[in-house]
């Protein structure tokens, strides 16, 4: 159960977090590539650039994580409240990329802690943006190391979101 003092310095770390979302950028975005494609671009570049710039699948980060901890497969899904099946399709499927409040529920599971998390979700396709009022629950819930599915969900409905399950 969440206590009043730390639900109070979470509704502070939301307004504070999203108060820093409102600022403008004047500059533009600038974009430097040290690669430039063209049709005249030969296969084998291509190739090599993947080869040197692709990082571990989702899967691959999550079951690594997993082995670190030295963790059993059904510690970790029924910690994050997954159905066994669901957790079997992550496992078994190689390009399989489950929901993001699956990703953050396995993060929760794992008790990682915020950069661990984001590295996750980044294998995944997603972040934790600091705009949005339920990615900065989840952020502040990592950094105060509050792991229950539980208590992440009391935070997020004390913000009237939706739950991770």
């Known amino acids: 159960m969440l206590t009043e003092k730390l639900l109070k310095e979470l509704q502070e ?74 957790f079997s399709k992550i496992r078994s499927k190689a390009d399989y990329l489950p929901k993001k409040h699956t990703v953050i529920a396995l993060a929760f599971a794992l008790t990682l802690n915020v950069k661990q998390a984001e590295q996750l979700l980044c294998a995944a396709g997603y972040s934790l943006s600091e705009h949005e009022t339920f990615d900065l629950v989840i952020r502040f819930c990592l950094e105060k190391k509050i792991h229950d599915i539980d208590d992440v969900n009391s935070a997020l409905h004390y913000f009237s979101l939706q739950p991770l399950f």
Not at 17 to 38: H, N, T
Not at 40 to 55: M, N, T
Not at 66 to 76: F, P, R
């Open 13 to 86: 770390y939301v307004e504070k977090g999203l108060q820093k979302s409102i600022c403008v950028y004047k500059s533009p975005i600038i974009i430097e590539a040290d690669y430039c494609l063209s049709e005249s671009i030969a296969p084998y570049e291509l190739e090599g650039f993947i080869r040197d710039h692709q990082k571990p699948s989702f899967r691959e980060v999550l079951f690594t994580l997993i082995d670190k901890k030295e963790l059993k497969d059904a510690e970790v899904y029924k910690k994050a409240e997954i159905d066994r099946r669901h």
